[in-house]
């Protein structure tokens, strides 16, 4: 299974992002496919998750109303639209996957991408 994180980049408070995940190796329609996101100094948290199959998704507290998760299954890519970004969601964002449950615990997924960086400024 390969995940390719994609979209990163620097941006104003206020502004916003998309971010991908391109997915490959294996039918992912039994999947959950995350987003996570790492600060310096910080652990790695749990932000957004969706599952394959019926698309119900799961947020985090910090990011409800303002990050929406989606997939495109012809694509097997999973997005991440983040709106009116705050300084407080600069990290890196990792995208993950793993079968059937979505779990907040980033030690229960399986595969995971290489992170995208995301800056906000002030």
């Known amino acids: 299974v390969q995940l390719q994180a994609s979209g990163g980049g620097l941006v104003q408070a206020g502004g916003s992002l998309r971010l991908s995940c391109a997915a490959a190796?294996?039918?992912?329609?039994?999947?959950?496919m995350a987003w996570f996101r790492q600060a310096p100094g910080k652990e790695r948290e749990f932000v957004t998750a969706?599952?394959?199959?019926?698309?119900?998704?799961v947020y985090a507290d910090s990011v409800k109303g303002r990050f929406t998760i989606s997939r495109d299954n012809a694509k097997n890519t999973v997005y991440l639209q983040m709106n009116s970004l705050k300084p407080e969601d600069t990290a890196v964002y990792y995208c993950?996957?793993?079968?059937?449950?979505?779990?907040?615990?980033?030690?229960?997924?399986?595969?995971w991408g290489q992170g995208t960086q995301v800056t906000v400024s002030s």
């Open positions: 993950a996957a793993r079968a059937y449950t979505v779990v907040v615990d980033s030690r229960e997924y399986d595969y």
């Open positions: 190796g294996r039918t992912f329609s039994r999947y959950v």
């Open positions: 969706i599952r394959w199959s019926g698309g119900s998704t």
